[in-house]
């Protein structure tokens, strides 16, 4: 299984939005809605921001959303604050009971 | 509030074995609703995931690994451990426990990660 293309980096000034793009293929991100994402700040463990797609845990601002459109599944940061400047992974179910991971995209606030 | 927290050697010979114990606390690792994963992540890479096991003792592995990989669980320890056998430097990360919930699909809570080195 191939690891999920997320481009390497994004950025946007301070109340801006960015959106990270997680692509795959129908057997994964395509076939199923179980994607997730993940937020990880440098030395710490990823945090879980969103799931099945569209859904925040408890806890997550309501700035973070996502998206999915056929083998693409999008992850948007709408006013983008300094603490947003992390490394952003999605997952995704990839059938089979296998999961795999996204490449990263690396998020700077200017 | 659950804690996962990974414990074992940092430094490992290339050819051996590399042991990892994940202790679970605030909760039990025999929760129905949740499977017990491992994921790694090498110096500057992304996230790669590994296996997990159901508290039946039931695992799934990652296809590129599943020929070095086994995952066991100590339900009266609340811990789940991993075993990579035949490592080379290319099995240098750090390594994740986390828990995975079981119908929706995501890791929601994981362990510090703890960094193991493969080398002589």
């Known amino acids: 299984q191939s690891a999920l293309t997320q481009p390497p980096s994004a950025s946007g000034s301070p109340g801006q939005s960015v959106t990270i793009s997680c692509t795959g293929t129908s057997s994964d991100v395509g076939g199923y809605n179980y994607v997730s994402w993940y937020q990880q700040h440098p030395g710490k463990a990823p945090k879980l921001m969103i799931y099945?797609?569209?859904k925040r845990p408890s806890g997550v601002p309501d700035r973070f959303s996502g998206s999915k459109s056929g083998n693409t599944a999008s992850l948007t940061v709408s006013g983008l604050q300094a603490e947003d400047e992390a490394d952003y992974y999605c997952?995704?179910?990839?059938?089979?009971?296998?999961?795999?991971f996204g490449t990263g995209t690396k998020v700077t606030v200017l | 509030q659950v804690q996962l927290q990974e414990s074992g050697p940092g430094l490992v010979k290339p050819s051996q074995t590399l042991s990892l114990t994940c202790t679970v606390s605030?909760?039990?690792?025999?929760?129905?609703?949740?499977?017990w994963s491992w994921i790694r992540q090498p110096a500057g890479k992304g996230l790669e995931w590994i296996g997990r096991i159901y508290t039946s003792g039931s695992t799934n592995y990652n296809p590129s690994l599943k020929s070095r990989v086994t995952i066991s669980v100590d339900t009266s320890k609340n811990q789940f451990s991993l075993n990579l056998s035949s490592v080379t430097a290319a099995d240098t990360a750090v390594y994740y426990c986390?828990?995975?919930?079981?119908?929706?699909?995501?890791?929601?809570?994981w362990g510090q990660g703890t960094l193991v080195t493969v080398s002589s």
């Open positions: 099945e797609v569209t």
């Open positions: 986390a828990r995975f919930h079981a119908i929706r699909g995501y890791f929601d809570y």
């Open positions: 605030g909760g039990s690792i025999s929760s129905g609703s949740y499977y």
């Open positions: 997952s995704s179910y990839a059938g089979s009971n296998n999961f795999v």
